[in-house]
Structure formats: structure tokens, C-alpha cells
């Protein structure tokens, strides 16, 4: 899955899945309405957002142009 040859390529990412209907409070802390969300940490605070499904090649651009 793209999921999974992302955690390939940045081993050191820390990927962490959310069920947000289950979980609204946090949702609502996001501002999450779509689904899926990808929220972009960096100090505990979100940097970015990629938002409904995403190829490998554009979580990985979104991923580079975050964090390096």
C-alpha cells in the first residue's frame, strides 16, 4: 500500500491512524471533514494537511517539501 513504501522510504516518520468517527473530538480539533485527512506534525503542532487519497508520488512530495 502507499502507506506502507512511505514508512519504507522515511523510517524514522512515525505514521499514526486515527479512526476520526470514533474519535470527534480530535477530528474537530483538526478541523478533519475529509476522508482520509493527513495531518503534518513537526513539534507537536501540524504543519501541513494532505487531504482524500493520495498516490506514493504526492504524499511523498508533500512529505520532502514538509520536512527536508
Known amino acids: 500500500s502507499t502507506l506502507r513504501k512511505i514508512k519504507r522510504k522515511y523510517k524514522d516518520l512515525r505514521i499514526i491512524f486515527i479512526n476520526a468517527e470514533e474519535n470527534l473530538d480530535l477530528a474537530n480539533e483538526y478541523s478533519i471533514v475529509i476522508f ?16 482524500g487519497v493520495q498516490d506514493f508520488e ?11
Open 36 to 51: 482520509p485527512t493527513y495531518v503534518f506534525f513537526e513539534n507537536g503542532k501540524p504543519v501541513n494537511y494532505a487531504f
Open 58 to 68: 504526492t504524499l511523498d512530495e508533500i512529505i520532502h517539501k514538509t520536512y527536508f
